[in-house]
């Protein structure tokens, strides 16, 4: 059976001398994807999404990961490096990424792109409108700051959110879960 996709949707059970696969239900993939673990970097500093995990009932873990802020689990499964989201908590922090960080920073983004993980950036407090017209306190030009997201969006595929603190852990959450239901049902 080493020619059958490994996907944790498809099951292969045996019957006498034939093996059968089957797939699971939509409520058996339901349940199952309640399962799903959100992994927390150890180093990350913000605990509002810890907090929505804890308050919604999300089961999550805390321990280093090696690309990303989050990323999420399923069983034994890790899709640590399938999918990861990166945080940031405002267009300053975003900033300093940018300048005084950028090395460190681009390095976690090449890591990501040469094991071909999916990145998101999601940077709270903020939106486009506040790049565009400098709304924040660092001294990176705006037209620079547009630049730099932008071209990295396509150089490393990084899909760019932005998003109020109480609504980050709601969106990691849902970006995991549809990507694990993703997973499971295509492949």
Request: with cysteine; hydrophobic share 35%.
């Amino acid at each position: 059976m080493d020619g059958l996709p490994k996907n944790p949707f498809l099951f292969l059970y045996t019957k006498g001398e034939e093996n059968i696969i089957t797939k699971l239900t939509e409520s058996e993939l339901k349940e199952k994807l309640k399962g799903i673990t959100i992994i927390a970097d150890s180093r990350e500093q913000q605990t509002h999404v810890i907090e929505y995990c804890e308050k919604n009932k999300v089961p999550h873990i805390v321990r280093k990961l090696e690309v990303g802020d989050y990323s999420c689990m399923l069983g034994d499964t890790t899709f640590e490096n399938d999918i990861i989201c990166e945080r940031k908590n405002s267009i300053d922090e975003l900033a300093m990424c940018f300048t005084s960080e950028r090395l460190r920073f681009e390095r976690e983004f090449i890591r990501a792109r040469a094991y071909n993980i999916k990145p998101y950036l999601i940077i709270e407090n903020a939106t486009w409108s506040d790049i565009f017209i400098g709304n924040y306190r660092s001294k990176l030009n705006s037209k620079s700051l547009v630049s730099s997201l932008l071209s990295w969006a396509v150089r490393y595929n990084v899909t760019i959110l932005f998003c109020r603190p109480e609504e980050t852990a709601r969106i990691i959450h849902g970006i995991f879960y549809y990507y694990v239901r993703e997973r499971l049902t295509n492949g």
